[in-house]
């Protein structure tokens, strides 16, 4: 990281981000193309679990190459200033490495969805169709290497 003073070594910050940031954008590649894309995802224990379709643009180049880079971030905020340079940001972010699997069976599949549920703001008993089950997918990211970034005044 080039700005050191800017750099999160702080587990327990890192791990708020991963924990409580909305939205995670995994990085794929795709014949040698770049492609993002935002998903749904909850973290648990160095995994982070996605909720998917079993078919698309993802699926298809995931079952070519399994290698994940992801990015998420967290209480963000623009900082206006007199001047139009004068600008600055508040934020704190992650971006990581990992690999992705499919979730094979269907306690994995509702181990994850249950823990994305929950991290949305599912408060009732959670019991799935097994129609709706068969027609989704649960990636798991094994989390590899994560670094966090922050600016503004945290204290």
């Known amino acids: 990281m080039r700005r050191h003073d800017k750099q999160i070594t702080d587990p327990e910050i890192i791990n708020q981000i991963l924990q409580h940031s909305v939205l995670c954008r995994l990085g794929l590649v795709d014949n040698g193309e770049a492609y993002i894309v935002p998903v749904n995802y909850a973290y648990a224990d160095g995994i982070i679990y996605i909720h ?11 079952r070519q ?4 880079s992801f990015e998420m971030e967290l209480h963000h905020e623009i900082i206006k ?13 992650v971006m990581g490495r990992g690999t992705i699997t499919i979730a094979g ?3 994995s599949k509702k181990h994850g969805l249950d823990l994305i549920m929950r991290k949305y703001g599912a408060d009732m008993e959670l019991v799935y169709d097994e129609k709706i089950l068969s027609r989704m997918t649960i990636l798991k990211l094994e989390v590899e290497s994560v670094t966090g970034k922050q600016s503004g005044d945290w204290e």
């Open 105 to 107: 069976d269907d306690t």
């Open 65 to 68: 190459n399994n290698r994940i």
């Open 81 to 93: 200033g007199p001047v139009a340079c004068g600008w600055t940001e508040k934020y704190r972010s």
């Open 52 to 62: 998917s379709a079993h078919a698309g643009r993802k699926m298809d180049i995931i």
